[in-house]
């Protein structure tokens, strides 16, 4: 029998029209116009929760939150609320305002104030800095200003096995290595508990994570609160190095990137897609034992974007020999950044204000002592 | 006296046992509906009655019933909500306690029109002697086969489960009642899809409140048209209101819709009026969740008209100078009563009870109980009101839920009303943090 095609959909993202097949979301047709066309990258809805190979996740963090102008061909009534653009379906005709909406980034900007209240920002000795996807997030949306004042919340520390450190101060409860937990492992022990503010990430019991495939909550991880413990404190991402390597494995595809700090294997992970998202998850052998370049077949550098820190300090040699593309480089990925502070030269002021500030942090840990 | 519909009985002695309720006229609907009508016709009189989801939505009931997917060989449920826990609100508590019966009536009118056969009453964890109330009246109703396989000789199968809650307020959501409910963490889920294509067990269901469903029996028996007729215009039907706070009777009351406020406020029948030497200063009309009211938007709208107890009237001048019928849970408020210390401890509920799922509701409802503790204990600073307004906001229809929405809406009324005080809370701490310390601005005023 000849297979029936199913009918394309179209639809307009931010003036872009694009073709998707029936039952895609928002943001995977926002992610097709940047496959097709890179300088598009910018127009994708940014994902904190959200994982394409673990269904179900999405619909949390509210990052991607867009706007639908028309909601289909039949019915052109724009929706409501803003709607997070991971779980909404497209339809026929449906307009989406994601960048050219002010309402929509001015939402994005509160959403990553949201997320940061509570982040201990300890990103100097944090090892997910340079591949945090927070990090990004804030970088590109955020305000470099707070305007919370509360001490930020803290829990008890729980070890969660041999492998993986739990840090759930930096959690931003996105629910991925719950799902991962679900779906990729047979059984789950970990979860979160207690509810609001006040839930984390951890196990019944203070149970070990105990299985084959354990690891892969540290890459679905978007913060540095689940860390490979192989690799702690070792080098910072921008130091390494990373090769696309694959071996025989039993267990998993064996498909993986080896990350070298000089002849040294001191990370393995599974391979991340342009969306930071791995589809083909490894096992705690590749990943934790492995660490032989002799383990390996290396297939060759890993493609990291030119924009990303891990390329820094890695020149290409187009660059170094034509130093005014690497100006004009510059000039296209120069970004303001949003910064409303007042600056002042005057010393004297300098040392008040400080003053002040020692003083109103000093009064505020007072006041919350004393709570309750 | 007004019309009753809901507790015309519920002072009968004995009225919590099959016989008594039997006798007067009890389990009458389940006859007339299973022996007389089909479900369709059962869907089309709840339509005709215009009655509004009691929950505090007020969605059209019959409409809801309407939207329920029917494919074929899936289970349809009926889940009765009666995880009642909005500050304010206890009348759902007060029906079941009182008069099982009629809601186990109800149940079984309503399962028979969605063409269910299993249905489930999901209580609050807290109100265990309830649930025994609840399960003995089904035991009884079993017995006189009202329920169980093949209810009055029609072929028509009912199993009715009482299933207690754990006592978490986001499980009166009602996707997370239906995530609780199969036994998971109570988390709201995204929609759509709604429940009535995918709820329990990824089965069509419909999810009512407890004095929705109370009100079916009535419908039956006297038509959807009659039902209609009652109230006020797409108000129809009686409301349980459960008043609270600085009245002279509190207590749980059954009122037409379209009762001006003034009235219910002050006539004997109802609350009673203010107490003694005093008088009133703010409202909350519908629960905790809904927009506070000043002393001047009470009685009368905005436009100066009378305001009367019904969805259209109460939200007259939308947020504004409006609220919300809500779920009924009316708080009063005399002058003695302070605005900023009421609105932190509405604001510290709503952060011990949000499920923390979505970033706006778990960091924001912290945030703002925090920011709120602060003022309240006299070290807030003025621009601390600008950004509770500003926080209110970004949570405001951002969240998975409407939890996000209840929790921003008392606080950026309260502001919105009587930023005064809030503002003599910070410039004046140390009158305002004495013991029993009175704003004498609206006194003033």
Redesign the interface.
């Known amino acids: 029998m000849e297979e029936v095609k199913p009918q394309l959909i179209k639809i307009t993202f931010d003036g872009i029209e694009v073709e998707v097949e029936p039952g895609t979301t928002i943001m995977q047709a926002a992610r097709k116009i940047a496959e097709a066309d890179e300088s598009q990258g910018h127009l994708v809805p940014p994902a904190m929760c959200y994982y394409k190979p673990l269904p179900t996740s999405g619909g949390k963090c509210r990052a991607c939150l867009v706007r639908v102008a028309a909601g289909s061909a039949k019915d052109p009534r724009p929706m409501p609320k803003l709607v997070p653009s991971c779980i909404t379906q497209v339809q026929e005709g449906m307009i989406v305002e994601n960048t050219t909406n002010p309402a929509v980034l001015d939402t994005r900007k509160s959403i990553v104030e949201f997320l940061l209240i509570n982040h201990p920002l300890d990103c100097p000795v944090c090892d997910q800095a340079g591949e945090c996807h927070l990090q990004d997030f804030s970088f590109e949306h955020g305000s470099v200003k707070t305007r919370y004042e509360e001490d930020r919340r803290t829990f008890d520390k729980i070890d969660i096995g041999p492998f993986v450190q739990l840090h759930m101060t930096r959690c931003i409860l996105c629910y991925r290595c719950v799902y991962t937990a679900d779906q990729i492992t047979d059984k789950r022990v970990h979860g979160v508990m207690n509810r609001g503010d006040a839930s984390e990430i951890s196990t019944y019991i203070e149970k070990a994570i105990d299985n084959d495939f354990s690891g892969n909550v540290i890459d679905v991880c978007p913060v540095g609160a689940l860390t490979d413990k192989t690799y702690r404190f070792k080098s910072r991402v921008w130091f390494s190095k990373p090769e696309d390597a694959h071996c025989d494995c039993d267990k998993c595809s064996g498909k993986v990137t080896l990350w070298y700090r000089g002849d040294e294997v001191i990370r393995v992970t599974a391979r991340k897609n342009m969306w930071g998202e791995v589809n083909e998850f490894i096992c705690n052998k590749c990943r934790f034992e492995r660490k032989k370049t002799s383990d390996w077949v290396i297939e060759g550098p890993t493609k990291v974007k030119r924009s990303s820190v891990i390329s820094a300090n890695k020149y290409r040699k187009d660059l170094i020999a034509k130093p005014d593309f690497a100006l004009k480089l510059a000039a296209t990925q120069f970004k303001p950044i949003d910064d409303e502070r007042e600056y002042t030269t005057d010393s004297e002021t300098i040392r008040h204000q400080s003053i002040e500030n020692n003083d109103k942090a000093n009064h505020r840990s007072l006041l919350t002592d004393n709570r309750n | 006296m007004a019309r009753k519909i809901l507790t015309e009985h519920i002072n009968v002695p004995g009225i919590e046992t099959f016989e008594v309720y039997r006798k007067q006229g009890g389990y009458a609907a389940v006859e007339k509906a299973i022996k007389t009508m089909s479900s369709e016709e059962v869907v089309e009189e709840a339509k005709k009655s215009g009655i509004r989801g009691r929950g505090g939505a007020g969605f059209p009931m019959g409409m809801k019933w309407g939207f329920l997917a029917k494919p074929e060989g899936v289970p349809r449920y009926l889940v009765c909500n009666a995880d009642e826990s909005e500050p304010g609100t206890f009348k759902d508590h007060h029906l079941m306690k009182s008069i099982p019966h009629l809601l186990i009536e109800g149940m079984i009118v309503s399962s028979y029109a969605l063409g269910a056969n299993k249905s489930f009453i999901y209580v609050r964890g807290e109100l265990m002697y309830v649930i025994r109330i609840l399960e003995k009246a089904i035991e009884e109703a079993k017995a006189n086969g009202f329920l169980g396989k093949n209810i009055l000789g029609s072929g028509y199968d009912l199993e009715l489960v009482v299933q207690p809650g754990g006592g978490?307020y986001?499980c009166g959501e009602e996707t997370a009642l239906l995530e609780s409910l199969e036994g998971k963490?109570g988390n709201p889920r995204?929609k759509p899809p709604f429940p009535a294509v995918k709820g329990l067990y990824q089965s069509p269901t419909v999810v009512n409140n407890v004095e929705s469903i109370a009100n079916m029996p009535w419908v039956i028996n006297n038509g959807g048209d009659a039902y209609a007729a009652i109230g006020i215009g797409r108000s129809t039907g009686t409301k349980l209101i459960s008043a609270s706070g600085h009245i002279q009777k509190p207590g749980v009351y059954e009122i037409e819709l379209g009762l001006s406020v003034d009235e219910f406020l002050n006539s004997d029948e109802y609350c009673g009026g203010i107490r003694k030497g005093h008088y009133l200063k703010a409202l909350v009309a519908g629960g905790s969740s809904v927009p506070i009211l000043p002393a001047h938007l009470i009685t009368k709208t905005a436009a100066g008209e009378d305001r009367l107890m019904s969805y259209e009237s109460l939200s007259d001048g939308g947020f504004a100078t409006g609220t919300m019928l809500g779920s009924g849970g009316f708080i009063v408020f005399d002058e003695t009563a302070c605005i900023v210390r009421n609105t932190w401890n509405f604001s510290r509920f709503y952060?011990?009870?949000?499920?923390?799922?979505?970033?706006?509701c778990?960091?924001?409802?912290?945030?703002m109980e925090?920011?709120l503790?602060?003022i309240e204990?006299g070290?807030g600073s003025l621009h601390d009101i600008d950004?509770l307004v500003d926080v209110a906001k970004?949570i405001e229809?951002?969240?998975?839920c409407p939890l996000g929405d209840a929790a921003a809406w008392p606080i950026a009324s309260a502001i919105r009303h009587f930023r005064e005080e809030f503002e003599w809370h910070i410039n004046s701490p140390k009158e305002a943090t004495q013991p029993g310390a009175v704003f004498m601005g609206a006194v003033l005023a």
Not at chain 2, 351 to 360: D, I, L, N, V
Not at chain 2, 397 to 400: E, K, S, V
């Open positions: 978490a986001i963490r995204n952060h011990h009870e949000s499920c923390g799922q979505c970033s706006p778990r960091e924001g409802t912290g945030w925090k920011v503790h602060r204990h070290h950004l970004k229809g951002n969240t998975i």
